[in-house]
């Protein structure tokens, strides 16, 4: 398994923007499919982005298109999810998660990090 903090999380107003990074140690990056996710309590971990090794070609959930966008930084190990417009139903815990190669399923993932988004 591989190590995933997440970070830039916190309150903005509705509008605003955040940048949210993770950080991956512990095995190779090179391969990896990496993705985002969110959950709100009492609700279902639900996909937001997820990022491909190949060409870096990205998927993203239909309500977030044109607003977020993924990227990754294969020589630092990072991956970072841009977010801007926000609404205040983005408001949820963001969680990080890594696929290897030998893999079809997201078998790593992050502590998670807190965004509220305000009225």
């Known amino acids: 398994q591989v190590h995933l903090v997440e970070s830039g999380g916190g309150l903005v107003q509705a509008g605003g923007s955040l940048r949210l990074s993770c950080a991956a140690s512990?095995?190779?990056?090179?391969?990896?499919?990496m993705a985002w996710f969110r959950q709100v309590p009492e609700k279902e971990r639900e996909f937001v982005a997820k990022i491909d090794w190949s060409e870096g070609r990205t998927y993203y959930k239909d309500t977030v298109k044109g607003r977020f966008t993924i990227s990754r930084d294969n020589a630092k190990n990072t991956v970072d999810l841009q977010m801007n417009s926000l609404k205040p139903e983005d408001t949820a815990v963001y969680y990080c998660a890594a696929s290897s190669p030998y893999s079809t399923t997201f078998d790593d993932w992050g502590q998670g990090t807190q965004v509220t988004v305000s009225s």
């Open positions: 512990g095995r190779p990056f090179s391969g990896y499919v």
